[in-house]
């Protein structure tokens, strides 16, 4: 706003203007900034009162266009500028909102000041607008250069959350369906086979239950420890929610997944915590490799399921696949 009255004041020096429109030109620029910010600062409710500043501001901006004459390079810029802070302040509507707050303002103008039309800028003006121009223009790059890298390191941040699961540090759930959907679109192009494990501590709920939720999350770090121990680092591990776990074995045929989901069973099955050397522990573990017949994730998880559904029906503390579907040569 300063710099706005170099470029207004050299208009009405030019012009050798009144008392009156000097003294709304140092209200507007030097005055005004001041008492929005304090009004902003004062009220109860600063948002709502920073937004009526903005459209209080877009007046005034009106009002000083019929001060200067229309003088065309001040004008335009002045209203661009307002234009560019409203839009860029991301406040739904305000843009229009101010655009007829400024058409409101020169109507006002005109009213009180009269209306010439002189829109020629001498050199003179066009050097007193120069310095609002760069600094309003660089230091709007610079916000925006800051908001992108300050969204670009949330976005990180999230995707790291999005990634891990905070008790566990296995991945988490949405990260591990990404890389199961691009292992069954590798198998499909390339047949390279891929095997998950869908893993459910058996009976977990009495362990929260009869020993609280504190004994529960040990149990889940110390069942992750166990997952994690049994599977390579290409192979990608989750907690897919509650007790439930996923493991998704890339390359790996069924022959070759069914010892890694008994390895974590039997090694469950030894687990012992300190502070409750008697609680015994133990898995269910339903196994499915990625097959033709599986149009999608869901196709694929849904047979890992059926699978683990049968180790529960049969008495927990197993390992089962699911069918797999027979090949009938073509020809
Ligand atoms: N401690 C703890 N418990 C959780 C967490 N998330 C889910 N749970 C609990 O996990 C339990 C899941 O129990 P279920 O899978 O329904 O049943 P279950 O007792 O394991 O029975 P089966 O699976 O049939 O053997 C519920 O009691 C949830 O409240 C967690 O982050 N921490």
């Not at 203007?17 to 600062?41: D, E, N, Q, T």
């Not at 925006?144 to 959350?161: A, C, F, M, P, Y």
Request: glycine share 8%.
């Amino acid at each position: 706003m300063g710099l706005g009255g170099l470029a207004v004041g050299t208009v009405l020096w030019e012009r050798q203007a009144s008392a009156w429109a000097w003294g709304y030109m140092v209200f507007m620029c030097y005055v005004w900034p001041h008492l929005a910010f304090l009004r902003a600062r004062l009220s109860t409710h600063p948002y709502r009162t920073e937004t009526h500043n903005l459209v209080l501001d877009a007046f005034f901006v009106g009002m000083v266009l019929p001060l200067m004459h229309f003088n065309v390079l001040p004008s335009v810029l002045v209203v661009t500028l307002t234009m560019m802070d409203r839009i860029a302040s991301g406040i739904r509507g305000l843009w229009a909102v101010s655009l007829l707050s400024i058409a409101a303002g020169v109507l006002v103008g005109i009213a009180l000041f009269g209306f010439h039309w002189a829109p020629e800028s001498s050199m003179h003006v066009i050097l007193a607008c120069l310095p609002m121009l760069l600094v309003h223009t660089l230091s709007s790059s610079l916000s925006s250069h800051r908001l992108i890298r300050k969204v670009t390191r949330q976005n990180q941040e999230l995707d790291g959350l999005r990634r891990v699961d905070a008790l566990t540090g296995l991945h988490g759930r949405s990260h591990w369906e990404e890389q199961a959907e691009k292992a069954l679109r590798t198998y499909r192009a390339h047949a390279v086979s891929a095997c998950v494990l869908m893993l459910d501590i058996d009976h977990f709920k009495p362990i929260n239950d009869t020993y609280g939720h504190n004994v529960g999350d040990e149990v889940l770090r110390r069942f992750a420890q166990v997952v994690r121990k049994n599977v390579r680092v290409t192979d990608c591990a989750s907690r897919y929610g509650g007790d439930e776990f996923t493991v998704l074995l890339t390359g790996m045929t069924l022959d070759e997944s069914l010892p890694v989901a008994q390895r974590i069973r039997a090694q469950v099955q030894d687990l012992r915590l300190r502070d409750l050397p008697d609680l015994r522990l133990s898995c269910s573990v339903g196994v499915a490799c990625a097959e033709a017949g599986h149009s999608d994730l869901r196709a694929w998880m849904a047979a890992a399921d059926g699978a683990l559904y049968e180790v529960k029906k049969n008495g927990r503390n197993g390992v089962a696949h699911a069918p797999v579907a027979v090949r009938i040569p073509i020809g």
